[in-house]
Nanobody, 127 residues
Framework: QVQLVESGGGLVQAGGSLRLSCTAS????????MGWFRQAPGKEREFVAA????????YYADSVKGRFTISRDNAKNTVYLQMNSLKPEDTAVYYC????????????????????WGMGTQVTVSS
């Protein structure tokens, strides 16, 4: 079983920055890709970013490309999401997720690809 715990959410003004963290336990997450998703009230959960298990490949939703950066520290079993130039439309609960298989090429943006999810952390961007 894998436990994922997100942290770093909060309230920030538009144009500001936040860094989210997701720490995994119960399994060595180093050998698995990781993803970030978000869900705003009344909307479906949507893909934000993903990173390969070695960190060499990163993927982003068009809506966050150029503003968000996903990274990982395998020594700490932690994945990060640096969010810059935040907009009110970025307001959502942010979830990290991990699949149970290593090769998710082509499917990294689908919620069904991921088997383990954290409880989420709230990000609120005020205008």
């Amino acid at each position: 079983q894998v436990q994922l715990v997100e942290s770093g959410g909060g309230l920030v003004q538009a144009g500001g920055s936040l860094r989210l963290s997701c720490t995994a336990s119960g399994r060595t997450a180093n050998n698995y890709p990781m993803g970030w998703f978000r869900q705003a009230p009344g909307k479906e959960r949507e893909f934000v970013a993903a990173i390969s298990w070695m960190g060499g490949n990163t993927y982003y939703a068009d809506s966050v490309k150029g503003r968000f950066t996903i990274s990982r520290d395998n020594a700490k079993n932690t994945v990060y999401l640096q969010m810059n130039s935040l907009k009110p439309e970025d307001t959502a609960v942010y979830y990290c997720a991990s699949p149970s298989q290593r090769n998710i090429a082509g499917t990294y943006s689908y919620t069904g690809t991921y088997d383990y999810w954290g409880m989420g952390t709230q990000v609120t961007v005020s205008s």
